[in-house]
Nanobody, 129 residues
């Protein structure tokens, strides 16, 4: 019964902001690294950002660095992706994923979808005027 559920997606104008949430049920997120991935129609799934179990380490794709911020509130069993300065090319379905990845392994493997065991069903983000 372990699940991840994304929310917060929607339609936003270029330059706007959204905050995505990923809530876990049935297990404790504090033991897991979390990754955010996205997939646009006709494109491969790509890593957007990932963070260590404590939130002490974060990483961002070059395309979103400086605009997106990953964070987590382990007390609420929830991870977030704050997205600012959104661009049309950010349009995609966004997924969160949880994996048992150690802090020393995370920098080299956190962008690999195969490292994550649990996945949410995705939330649509559309950036358009």
């Amino acid at each position: 019964q372990r699940q991840l559920v994304e929310s917060g997606g929607g339609l936003v104008q270029p330059g706007g902001s959204l905050r995505l949430s990923c809530a876990a049920t049935g297990f404790t997120l504090g033991y897991y690294a979390i990754g955010w991935f996205r997939q646009a129609p006709g494109k491969e799934r790509e890593a957007v950002s990932y963070t260590s179990s404590t939130g002490g380490f974060t990483n961002y794709a070059h395309s979103v660095r400086g605009r997106f911020t990953i964070s987590r509130d382990n007390a609420k069993n929830t991870v977030y992706l704050q997205m600012n300065g959104l661009k049309p090319e950010d349009t995609a379905v966004y997924y969160c994923a949880a994996g048992f990845i150690s802090d020393h392994e995370l920098p080299g493997s956190g962008g690999n979808p195969g490292e994550y065991r649990y996945w949410g069903q995705g939330t649509q983000v559309t950036v358009s005027s």
